[in-house]
């Protein structure tokens, strides 16, 4: 099905997906809380801790198919909602207990949740875009997405230091947080239009992407591996007197900030330029972050510039990636194929946890941004190997 593919404007753009976005906002304020408190939450080692943090991407990565399949054929909203309670219900019961089993088993099911909310939110925003504004509707995602993030981690910061004798309330606090984005969202939101699968063959979501977005999918594993790699980050930081709670909440804040207003330009530039080029400014920014954060740990600070630079370079990442998938599936398909980015998204990490407890436990903070700059090099280079192969092999 070929889209229209008349101009909206930036504003009218919002206007259409302004309740979504400020679900996702809220939900990520969840998420990026989640992220500071809960390995420290955790009381094992960091490889233990590893790997219960990498159970919640499991699930999502096992579910995230039978999740697009299900929204390709009963709708976008439904699912997202019960993600969104299911989530502030799982919360909760953390904030609970600090039995680990019972810890394990809530924050694997969280995976369900996420899988449910995420596939749900990119779903509706590739149904409620086209292709000529879709990386301006990515973009915008992304800024509340990573500006939930970094609200997200102040309020981790400032948690850690009001409920340091009971960290248990830091959880009821942020699940009843998500329970106010899951009423915002029942009140509010309302399903877009869009085709119904009716297809009941086995599900490949695979031929639903031609040659060139097939070969963004192993970039696509490296990113979010980097991102498991850096969810695990406070868990081995050593937090002093330079980078205690509040300046690692800070610091993390002041980096997702830069990372969400640029990801906005950058997503209604590969509207215009084309998603490809736009891609490959963020390839070289993420690969410059990595490394740049490895040769001046600990020295962060003192270069702030340079990082600064990176990090609104890697911005272009993920917009132009998400925005060149919806140009390419058919309407009837978007949730099961996002539902393979989503899987992708789980396993990937899932990886980063692991390998994150695992440098955390024989290395430090500086081997784990050299482990990231090295996995997510050879992605690029067999991303870049597909292509190269594909337009060869093209008419």
């Known amino acids: 099905m070929l889209e229209q593919q008349k101009t909206t404007s930036p504003k009218t753009l919002v206007g259409e997906l302004s309740v979504l976005y400020i679900s996702v906002f809220l939900t990520r304020i969840v998420f990026g809380a989640i992220v500071i408190l809960f390995p420290s939450y955790v009381d094992a080692g960091p490889f233990v801790s590893g790997v219960v943090i990498a159970l919640y991407p499991i699930l999502e990565a096992g579910s995230a198919l039978p999740v697009g399949r299900y929204l390709d054929r009963a709708g976008r909203r439904k699912p997202f909602l019960m993600g969104l309670f299911l989530m502030a219900a799982l919360t909760v019961?953390?904030?609970?207990?600090?039995?680990?089993?019972?810890?394990?088993?809530?924050?694997?099911?969280?995976?369900?949740?996420?899988?449910?909310?995420?596939?749900?939110s990119l779903t509706m925003i590739t149904d409620l875009?086209?292709?000529?504004?879709?990386?301006?509707?990515?973009?915008?995602?992304?800024?509340?997405?990573?500006?939930?993030y970094a609200a997200g981690?102040?309020?981790?910061g400032r948690f850690e230091v009001q409920f340091q004798d009971d960290p248990g309330y830091s959880f009821l606090a942020i699940?009843?947080?998500?329970?106010?984005?899951?009423?915002?969202?029942?009140?509010?939101?309302?399903?877009?239009e869009h085709p119904k699968s009716e297809e009941r063959s086995p599900l490949n979501p695979l031929r639903n992407f031609d040659s060139e977005t097939k070969a963004l999918l192993p970039m696509w594993l490296g990113i979010t591996t980097i991102v498991g790699l850096a969810f695990f980050l406070p868990k081995?930081?050593?937090r002093g007197e330079l980078l205690g709670s509040s300046n690692l909440g800070l610091l993390a804040a002041a980096g997702l900030?830069?990372?969400?207003?640029?990801?906005t330009g950058f997503g209604r530039l590969s509207d215009k330029i084309g998603r490809e080029k736009v891609i490959v400014i963020g390839v070289i920014g993420q690969l410059g972050l990595l490394i740049s954060l490895a040769l001046t740990y600990p020295n962060w600070?003192?270069?702030?510039?340079?990082?600064?630079?990176?990090?609104?370079?890697?911005?272009?990442?993920?917009?132009?990636?998400?925005?060149?998938?919806?140009?390419?599936?058919?309407?009837?398909?978007?949730?099961?194929?996002?539902?393979?980015?989503?899987?992708?998204?789980?396993?990937?990490?899932?990886?980063?946890?692991?390998?994150?407890?695992?440098?955390?436990?024989?290395?430090?903070?500086?081997?784990l941004f050299l482990v990231g700059f090295g996995?997510?090099?050879?992605?690029?280079?067999?991303?870049?190997?597909?292509?190269?192969?594909?337009k060869r092999v093209s008419p």
């Open 257 to 263: 900030v830069t990372l969400g207003v640029a990801a």
């Open 236 to 238: 081995i930081f050593p």
């Open 301 to 367: 600070f003192g270069n702030m510039a340079l990082l600064g630079i990176f990090i609104f370079l890697t911005s272009a990442l993920v917009p132009s990636v998400l925005a060149a998938v919806g140009d390419r599936i058919r309407g009837e398909m978007r949730g099961s194929a996002l539902g393979l980015y989503s899987m992708m998204l789980g396993v990937g990490l899932a990886v980063g946890n692991i390998a994150g407890g695992y440098v955390g436990e024989v290395a430090g903070v500086r081997e």
């Open 93 to 120: 019961a953390i904030g609970l207990t600090f039995d680990i089993t019972l810890i394990a088993i809530a924050h694997t099911l969280m995976g369900l949740a996420a899988a449910t909310t995420t596939i749900g």
């Open 129 to 148: 875009t086209r292709k000529s504004n879709r990386g301006g509707g990515m973009g915008l995602f992304d800024f509340a997405n990573i500006a939930g």
């Open 175 to 192: 699940g009843v947080l998500m329970l106010v984005a899951a009423i915002v969202s029942l009140i509010f939101l309302k399903e877009p």
């Open 153 to 156: 981690a102040l309020l981790a």
């Open 375 to 390: 996995i997510f090099a050879v992605s690029v280079m067999v991303s870049a190997l597909i292509a190269y192969r594909a």
